[in-house]
């Protein structure tokens, strides 16, 4: 079988000996390393130019190939019985000395054998885990909402203990700084303290810049490096963006050249990317943004959040539209006068006015979360309950919308009126310092859209949204025509209030026979309030449900970008003319519902105001 100095046996097919997943390849004079999944999927090719040492070793009926390498330090060893001929051991690891320039001797009685591959005990490998990192670890988005999110999700048993949780700053914080930060935000109770050390052993921080691509590929190599310490095959990689606009570009572009698995790898799992609003100002400024993630990124791993589309009442719209069969045909433009989607706020922009003052409360709230409550009331019925399906009714909604025009809006701007219990009500808008003396921007806005459908036509929807007002309070209300013929006097029209917050709830108002000896009509509610009918169900945050929706692919919830594309087109006319000062914001008192105009605006519309009873 020839001269082991000069090896002459050939061998018509590979063999792959195993061991924790590194392979010994070995071919007619060429031999390689390389790793496997336990699939047997080629992970990589380990460099032969890396091993320090290697041995082999004939003894005792073995045949016994150590490598040694020199980056970890760390041993390989391949152990093979040499009792039978099921499979030939090449001799061509003699030829390796040469080129690797390694001075370790042959060890043992060398001589030309048959070998069968002994497989020894293998450290089992995990499937690949699951790594979410917070870009923005150390601002306050990240602390008081994002890890105590993560904090009720492992709490609830939706994080596996092996899941990494990572966070990436421009600031100097141990991960023990990390920890201590986000602790007061998070719910322990008690009992739960073994729990929140397992929590903080997951959590880890790494610092580096958001300009320079060589942070992001050294924060690759350590969740690589993390990874595998977990012994995991791979990675699952979140990245949730709670980063400032300034910074977005520069960011994204790194985390696709550097930290962005690739489907060419193998194994390489998926990568998912949470961006948070603003996408953009207008449409030139969204088309800009998308045309920037759309070149790094494929639609499917961006997940545009919208973090009113997790609210309960929210997830219940299209269930209570298309499970039940009354609604059906309710929802018409011959049965529906109005609706009326209002948002409440009842504290103002004090300390925080400089920011908001950049936005307004169009591009704030209305633009996004009340506008996707409108596709959800007013969407045909999806073909089934997938995203795509779901997205794209809203989608077809939006582009039977008209552009807004200034006649079809009402703004205001808040003024100091001082309200009991509130320190803040004898400040107005432009009372805070940070807030421009000439300030035009709008703390409140009633618009009309006219949906041009067969379904919706002549049907007016009014969103009206806005600071400092009466109370806090965010409901969709759907007027119904009045009864024909009446023959009661003093009915008034049907009305169905999905309540989003506070206190989630359903209710109907209807006419109904005044209890006692007359036969009047008397109006009542229909009520189903959570609180009442499902006291012993919890409720996940909204944010807790979309991130885990994220995690499980789940993109129903999220915001895809022909949305915003069409909700831009709706609304950017108008910001052009308020950005040019074109319109001056009425004034309305802190504490008040608003400025009284919009009460007009909506009874032209219809809509029909009744005394409470």
Known sequence: MGDCNNPTFEVKKKSLFTIRRRVLVIFKKEFKIMELSPRNRVIRE??????????????????????LWRSSGRMNQFNFKTENDQLKFVRGVVPLYKKLKISAPLQGNWKPII????????????????????????????????????????????????????????????????????QPYLEIEEGEEKKFEQFASMCDYFSGTYDDGRSF??????????VAEKRATGSNRLFYLALPPSVFEDVTTHLSKHCVTKASQPDSGWTRVIV???????????????????????????????????????????????????????FHEKHVQCVIINFKEDIGTWGRGGYFDSYGIIRDVMQNHLLQLLTLIAMEKPITQSAESIRNEKVRLLKCIDTLKLEDVILGQYVGAKVEGIEESDKGYRD?????????????ACAVFRVRT??????????KCGKALNERKCEIRVQFKEQAADIFSETQRNELVMRV??????????????????????????????????????????????????????????????????AWRIFTPLLHAIDNGEIDPIPYDFGSRGPKETDELATKCGYKYYKRQ
């Open 276 to 330: 948070e609003k603003p996408f953009g100002n207008d449409s030139e400024s969204f088309a800009k943004l998308d045309s920037h993630l759309s070149a790094l990124l494929c639609e499917d791993q961006i997940y545009r959040i919208d973090h009113y589309l997790g609210k309960e009442m929210v997830q219940n719209i299209l269930p209570l539209r298309f499970a039940n069969s009354i609604f059906a045909p309710l």
């Open 454 to 463: 067969e379904r919706w036509d002549n049907v007016p929807f009014i969103i």
């Open 217 to 226: 590929k050294g924060f690759n190599d350590y969740i690589n490096q993390r």
């Open 46 to 67: 380990l460099p032969i130019s890396n091993l320090k040492g290697l041995s082999v070793i004939h003894r005792d009926s073995q045949f016994i190939v150590r490598l």
């Open 432 to 444: 805070d310092p940070t807030v421009p003396d000439d300030s035009r921007t709008p703390t409140y």
């Open 115 to 182: 070998a069968e591959p002994k497989v020894p005990a293998v450290v089992p490998w995990k499937k690949r885990i699951l790594v979410i990192t917070v870009l923005g670890a150390s601002g306050d988005l990240a602390k008081k909402k994002i890890y105590p999110v993560l904090w009720k999700l492992f709490r609830n048993g939706h994080l596996d203990d092996d899941t990494l949780l990572i966070g990436y700053a421009r600031s100097k914080l141990t991960q023990q700084a990390l920890v201590e930060r986000i």
């Open 501 to 566: 917050q506070p206190q989630e709830a359903v209710y109907m108002k209807m006419m109904v026979k005044e209890p006692g000896m007359s036969f009047n009509a008397h109006v009542t509610d229909l009520d189903l309030t959570y609180a009442h009918k499902f006291k012993t169900s919890s409720k996940p945050d909204a944010y807790e449900r979309l991130v885990r929706d994220c995690i499980e692919g789940s993109a129903n919830n999220f915001v895809r970008r022909d949305e915003l594309r069409e």
